[in-house]
């Protein structure tokens, strides 16, 4: 499985950006699929997920902000930010697990300043 991530930016705060993760290889094996971001100096943590059914989970502090969602037919991923903050600047991941293994995307930087 190959993951290839997009949509970054500049943005200023209160802004938006729709991040896409596109999975090509052996995408029949994938089951959840999530956006992780790692600020400087931070550890990389989750941000949200989405089952291959559709069931989603939030981090706390994008709740009510981001929303994941995911197009089965088109193999990939999105993450739509809205109400972006300075503080959700980080490089944005992709991952995908399957049975037997977890795979990441190259990250796309997010930056949100004025």
């Known amino acids: 499985v190959q993951l290839q991530a997009c949509g970054g930016g500049l943005v200023q705060p209160g802004g938006s950006l729709r991040l896409s993760c596109v999975a090509s290889?052996?995408?029949?094996?994938?089951?959840?699929m999530r956006w992780y971001r790692q600020a400087p100096g931070k550890q990389r943590e989750l941000v949200a997920g989405?089952?291959?059914?559709?069931?989603?989970n939030y981090a706390d502090p994008v709740k009510g902000r981001f929303t994941i969602s995911r197009d089965n037919a088109k193999n990939t991923m999105y993450l739509q930010m809205n109400g972006l903050k300075p503080e959700d600047t980080a490089v944005y991941y992709c991952?995908?697990?399957?049975?037997?293994?977890?795979?990441w995307g190259q990250g796309t930087q997010v930056t949100v300043s004025s």
């Open positions: 290889g052996s995408i029949f094996s994938i089951n959840a």
């Open positions: 991952n995908a697990d399957t049975p037997t293994h977890y795979y």
């Open positions: 989405i089952t291959s059914g559709g069931s989603t």
